[in-house]
């Protein structure tokens, strides 16, 4: 299901987004409330990422400062994958650097009706010099 207005599509979007403001990247408590406790990344850069990597570094990265550069995201698609089961897809710009990027969200899955999304994988791949698309 491809609906922006399923309200699990919209819970979500707002916590990516919540993931790339500089107040929730320097707040190790506010990102490990939206990261699940099973969380893995592979980056852009091909690094494999732990939850426990992730919300160590995070206050460290790029983005994660009022007065630093900011990370631009555009093209977000939402698809509900199964209930409590969400996949995103959207693209990011960074000093001219683009990258693509998809993550899953979910609720706990002993009960995916109930409590938060958290997003449980995320992946960023680099584009090479190309205009952003869908």
């Not at 409590?84 to 979910?106: F, N, P």
């Amino acid at each position: 299901m491809n609906d922006a207005r399923h309200p699990d599509i919209t819970e979500a979007l707002a916590g990516e987004r919540a993931l790339l403001d500089p107040a929730v990247r320097s707040s190790r408590a506010e990102a490990a409330a939206l990261l699940d406790p099973e969380f893995t990344e592979v980056g852009a850069s091909g690094r494999r990422w732990t939850y426990e990597e992730m919300i160590a570094s995070l206050p460290e990265m790029t983005g994660a400062t009022e007065d630093g550069p900011r990370i631009e995201a555009t093209s977000f698609t939402g698809t509900l994958l199964a209930p409590g089961v969400v996949h995103l897809s959207y693209e990011t710009e960074l000093d001219g650097r683009r990258v693509r990027r998809s993550s899953l969200w979910r609720r706990d899955p002993g009960n995916p009706l109930a409590g938060p999304l958290r997003m449980y994988y995320h992946q960023g791949t680099p584009v090479p010099g190309a205009r952003p698309q869908p």
